[in-house]
């Protein structure tokens, strides 16, 4: 059973333009919620991380949007650029030192 | 410099053969973890270890073994017994079981 649901699988995005990808979870207790982002050959690496007090974060370019009734959270990276190009993965885990659950990622192409 | 170190980057594993990863951190982090990677199917958890000397099964377990000896280091042994072991493996380490730093990885195939 997927605890965490992650779409699309692949986007392709005008640089210059926003690129959003979603993820979805069904266990209430899940409280954290990261996105890592992985080029080719690389291990993840943490993008940016939200908890469930606030609805939304912003970094830089990078944003994630918290619905919490819905049980859905979002990356949005505004004003894409090729060096955005990789795969990202949201996460999700409880408190109480429970490892990180996964989604199945998201490779972004972003073309000039 | 701090981080974790995965060696080696390229594996190759003969039929009926037992491989070791090697996973070894400096940040001093109490939790260590290895996924496996396969294309389309996300990070896949396969051990993980809060305190020396102690470690817990993942999602896909079986066929795999780790040992935790030391605090800096966590190897990850894929035994015979796992009949479809080519894919990418990653190693991590955390504090507070949160932030998870990640190696750069082994690409493991089958001869």
């Known amino acids: 059973q997927q605890q965490v649901k992650q779409s699309p699988q692949s986007l392709i995005v005008q640089k210059g333009g926003i690129s959003i990808i979603n993820c979805a979870y069904e266990?209430?207790?899940?409280?954290?919620f990261p996105w890592y982002q992985q080029f080719p050959g690389k291990g993840p690496a943490l993008l940016i991380a939200?908890?469930?007090?606030?609805s939304e974060k912003k970094e830089g370019r990078f944003t994630i949007s918290f619905n919490k009734s819905a049980k859905q959270f979002s990356l949005h990276i505004m004003d894409s650029q090729p060096g955005d190009s990789a795969t990202y993965f949201c996460?999700?885990?409880?408190?109480?030192?429970?490892?990180?659950?996964f989604g199945k990622g998201t490779r972004l192409s972003v073309i000039a | 410099d701090g981080g974790i170190t995965q060696s080696p980057k390229y594996l190759f594993r003969k039929e009926g053969q037992n491989v070791t990863l090697s996973c070894e951190q400096n940040?001093?982090?109490?939790?260590m973890y290895w996924y496996r990677q396969d294309p389309g199917q996300g990070l896949r958890l396969i051990y993980y270890?809060?305190?020396?000397?102690?470690?817990q099964k993942g999602d896909i377990a079986e066929g795999y073994s780790v040992s935790r000896e030391k605090k800096e280091s966590f190897p990850l042994t894929v035994t015979s017994a796992q009949k479809n072991p080519t894919a990418f493996y990653l190693c991590?380490?955390?504090?507070?079981?949160?932030?998870?730093?990640f190696g750069s990885g082994t690409q493991l195939s089958v001869l």
């Open positions: 991590a380490s955390s504090t507070a079981g949160e932030k998870l730093f």
């Open positions: 266990n209430t207790a899940f409280d954290y």
């Open positions: 939200i908890r469930p007090d606030v």
């Open positions: 996460a999700a885990s409880s408190a109480g030192n429970t490892p990180l659950v």
């Open positions: 940040l001093n982090h109490d939790a």
């Open positions: 270890s809060q305190i020396v000397n102690d470690f």
